[in-house]
C-alpha cells in the first residue's frame, strides 16, 4: 500500500514564527502537491512538484515556499506565520501515469 | 477560478438508502476522480472515469460523466452508516502538461443515519 505521511496532525504556531510541514511517501511518486483546505472553499493547491529540485506554484503560493531535495520528501514552509493561515493543510502524491492521488493524514495548523 | 462545483453541499439519508450527488466542472478534462474523506483526515480515492468513458462502477458507486453537460454524478447504493463521509470531485485538466495537477469541488457532506 501507498503510505504519506505528513510530520504532525496537530501544531500550534505563533504569528511570525517560520514553520516546517513535511510530507513523505514511500512509493517512488514523481509528483507531490500540498493542499490546504478551508471550510466551504474545499481543497486549494498551494505548489507542486513534478521532479527533485523542481516545483511550480498552484493557486494560493503567497506567503509559502517549498523544497524537494529528494524524491520521496515534500516540504511546505511558512517563512512568516500568519492568523489567515490557520488551516488544515493535505499532502499528496502521484504517478504521471496513474493520475490518481493518495493523501497524508493531514495537518491541522492553528497560528496564534 | 477553474473550481467546479457540487451540488447538494450536504445530504442527509437513512441507512440502505441511495445517495446521488453531482459536479459540474468548466474545462475539458483528461479525467474526472472521486475521493472520499472522512471527518478531519486525508481523501481517499474513489474511482476514476475518463473522458472517453460514460459510466464506471465499482462495487457500490456508480459514476456516470456527460462531457457536453461538463457534469458528473456519484451514486452510492445502499447506503451504510460507515459511508457518512464527505465527497470530492476532482478534474484532470486535458490541455497541457499537468503533471496529475487536479482541480477539487468543494464537496458534498453525507450523513447516513443508521
Known amino acids: 500500500d501507498v503510505k504519506v505521511t505528513q510530520s504532525s496532525r496537530y501544531l500550534v504556531k505563533r504569528t511570525g514564527e517560520k514553520v516546517f510541514l513535511e510530507c513523505v511517501q514511500d512509493?517512488?511518486?514523481?509528483?507531490m502537491f500540498w493542499y490546504r483546505q478551508d471550510p466551504g472553499l474545499g481543497l486549494r493547491l498551494i505548489y507542486f512538484?513534478?521532479?527533485?529540485?523542481?516545483?511550480e506554484k498552484g493557486d494560493i503560493p503567497e506567503g509559502y515556499s517549498v523544497s524537494r531535495e529528494k524524491k520521496e520528501r515534500f516540504s511546505l514552509i511558512l517563512e512568516s506565520a500568519s492568523t489567515n493561515q490557520t488551516s488544515m493543510y493535505l499532502c499528496?502524491?502521484?504517478?504521471?501515469?496513474?493520475?490518481?492521488?493518495?493523501f497524508g493524514p493531514g495537518t491541522r495548523l492553528t497560528v496564534t | 477560478s477553474q473550481q467546479g462545483e457540487e451540488d447538494p453541499q450536504a445530504l442527509s439519508i437513512q441507512e440502505g438508502e441511495n445517495a446521488t450527488m453531482n459536479c459540474s466542472y468548466k474545462?475539458?478534462?483528461?479525467?474526472l476522480q472521486w475521493y472520499r474523506q472522512n471527518s478531519g483526515r486525508g481523501l481517499v480515492h474513489l474511482i476514476l472515469?475518463?473522458?472517453?468513458?460514460r459510466e464506471k462502477h465499482s462495487g457500490r458507486l456508480r459514476v456516470t460523466l456527460d462531457t457536453s453537460k461538463k457534469s458528473s454524478s456519484l451514486l452510492i447504493t445502499a447506503s451504510r452508516a460507515a459511508d457518512t463521509a464527505s465527497y470530492f470531485c476532482?478534474?484532470?485538466?486535458?490541455?497541457?502538461?499537468?503533471?496529475?495537477?487536479?482541480?477539487f469541488g468543494q464537496g458534498t457532506i453525507l450523513t447516513v443515519h443508521p
Open positions: 499528496a502524491s502521484t504517478l504521471t501515469s496513474s493520475y490518481e492521488q493518495y
Open positions: 512509493m517512488d511518486h514523481e509528483n
Open positions: 512538484s513534478y521532479d527533485v529540485k523542481m516545483k
Open positions: 474545462t475539458s478534462i483528461n479525467n
Open positions: 472515469i475518463r473522458s472517453n468513458e
Open positions: 476532482a478534474t484532470l485538466y486535458a490541455g497541457g502538461t499537468s503533471y496529475g495537477k487536479l482541480t
